[in-house]
């Protein structure tokens, strides 16, 4: 029997779940939320990152876990992530030559970061004399800055992943019938995007567009303080027939830079592979639940576009009935868990 925990920090709120497989079952064994400590993840002060850790450690007891290891995630926005075309290389040659194709990504010295990783297709899959490899950079400084605030909550991080890695995983095991799908992250500060080929992450893209810019945009367009933009962003989200449209008009230049990014990514996609096609888009993260999101998204790109349910497959007790409609906020935490 095998316990894991998954840690999900994001800005806004903090989500953990914890899962336990055994032979071919996986059930649902504590799970549960709670807000971050306001401005906890962008602060570098000592009593912030405390604050966080204390919040963490909270949540831990609240929920009644039992691990103490934990799956993080790191922030979108802040890791280099890019899949990248190498030619046919054995694993020795690759490990050598990633240090070189990583100093062509990466904007940052190769001694600041942590590099990783991994052979998504080698050239037999992709019908190429290449290989697509899947290559993630942290900042050391960021995983320093999360390991000593788990370390203050009681918890020792076995591994380390982006958001949209954790999510695809969620995701992607949800709907194991679906060949080419393209998944949508839309969170409070950024909006992630990948498209998962045959189970397998083929793209992903990170942009500073959510929850907040729609807020900001309210706030600014209605004359509105943020508490009160972002009240009317819950109760009307992007309902065209509310408020004589006014909220609509006001986020729809952060919607458009959404729109704009799905268009390009489903066309590069496309262009790549011409036998093959996005067949549904999966949305999740709590942006995803506004009034009148699916509706618009839909509606802009003619696509065929869902929740996303991350407890498919998965056992839960009654007890964790209250979570059935908050699947689209857990795909991260329910993703690192299943890892």
Known sequence: MKTTLGLDIGSHNIKLIELVSESDQIALVAA???PTPPKSLSSNLQADAEAL???????VKDTGCKSREVNIALPESKVFTRVIEVPQLSSRELTSAIKWEAEQYIPLPLDQVNVDFTVL???KATGTNKMEVL????????????LAILEYAGLQAVNAETEIIATSRAVARSIPTVRNLMIVSLGASNSDIAIIQNGVLSFTRSLS???DALTRAIAQNLDFNLTQAEEYKRTYGLQKDKLEGKIINAVRPVMDT???EMKRAIAFFEEKHT???????MLCG?????????????ESINFEIQLANPWIGIMREPRFNVLNTEGPNFCVSVGLALR
């Open 121 to 123: 297709r080698d050239a």
């Open 32 to 34: 549960g939320s709670m």
């Open 258 to 260: 959404i729109v704009n």
């Open 53 to 59: 850790a204390v919040a963490i450690k909270q949540l």
């Open 135 to 146: 290559l993630v950079a942290a900042p050391k400084a960021l995983l320093e800055k999360y």
């Open 275 to 281: 036998d093959q096609h996005i067949e549904t888009i």
């Open 286 to 298: 709590g942006v995803a639940q506004l009034p009148g999101m699916i509706i618009y998204l839909a």
């Open 209 to 211: 567009a959510g929850g």
